[in-house]
């Protein structure tokens, strides 16, 4: 592992503003650089040619720009990892179709690769702040293709508010920051609607600025208005939604090792735990095989619960955005206020945590875990929060 603040120390700073490409191959930042090397992009939007190329680019036009010079170190800092690694996903996601170069949800492909990249070989996790700038950085890539078209797409709006929800968690992620990006990656390319893409990222900030979301996130009159909007049971936003809650189920999220067991004893002492290990173990059912049958039990003894309005806990790994949306689907059906508890703990103390526990988890299958984790996010649920263990 790499020094954590080597890549740091490689950002664009006074009085040149340089970006030192010999520097950024030597660090672990090198083989992806490399991988980018002859990736191929429609020459219709990109006729400077390969991914490679067009990083330099949008790295340089970044380094170039005022409103990226007059951001405080850390800012710049996280904004320029963002825009060198904003489309390593085209590395896994670029095919040719009918004819075309395209890369679908190369976005979402190349947060999740950042996260990996800077956790293991940065150790940027465990620890909050850097927690806070790895995730920053993800963020910004996860979203790095809104701005162009949040103007004009029918949601639109819902999008931003969506993304903008993410500074409660991140107090350095703003649209704001997420535009000066999207800016960098138009300027650093070579494409007939230029013009038109660098006014449609302004109208964006326009449109943030108008709903409150440029600088921050956008406040809501309460917890279960801002959830009710953005789980699409709202249309307007400033509407006050009545609250019928009867108390709070909490869902827990981390990787083995985490210290999900040791924080609910903690914080949630003589809550009902539905947890899946321990149904696992009840059951005879391991870790690593077909899990249907321990989560049909789970869900089956949440339901009792839900149905006698009683608060519980929900103990499992949940590191993925669409797990976590049926289970806050199910809690709220039955009209309960759902908190994700989100926990994660250094790469080293982590794997020596799974290696005391009663059922290890194979390393290799933490690791699979880790390539597929995405921390939930500010709109998820009613109330989010990130900890460090």
Known sequence: MEGKDTILRLCPTPPDWSVSWDALRRTSLGTLLLQMTGVPQNPAYHGEGDV???????CEALAGLDQFRRLNERRRQEVF???????????RRTRLEDGHWTSPH?????????????????????????????ETVCILIRYHTLPPHAAYEADGVKRLLKAAANGALLPDFSIELLCLLAKADILGRICGDRAELLEAVELCEVTAEEYGCLTGPRPFPSRHTGYSYFSGKLELPDYELYDA??????LMCGLPGTGKDTWIASHCPGMPVVSLDAIRAELGISPTGPQKRAVDEARARAKVLLREKRPFVWNAANISADLRRGLVELFTAYRASVHIVYLETEWGEERRRNANRAAVVPEQAILRMLSKLTPPEGFEAHRVEWRCT
Not at 52 to 58: D, E, N, Q, R, S
Not at 81 to 91: C, E, P, V
Not at 110 to 122: P, S
Not at 245 to 250: D, F, I, K, N, S
């Open 52 to 58: 490679l190329t067009h990083t330099k680019m949008v």
């Open 245 to 250: 809650a009867w108390g709070e189920a909490v």
């Open 81 to 91: 990892l963002a825009a060198l690694l904003h489309d390593i996903g085209k590395i």
């Open 106 to 134: 190369h976005a979402a492909t190349g947060a999740a690769m950042a996260r990996e990249l800077l956790w293991l070989d940065c150790g940027w996790c465990g620890q909050p702040d850097r927690q806070a700038m790895r």
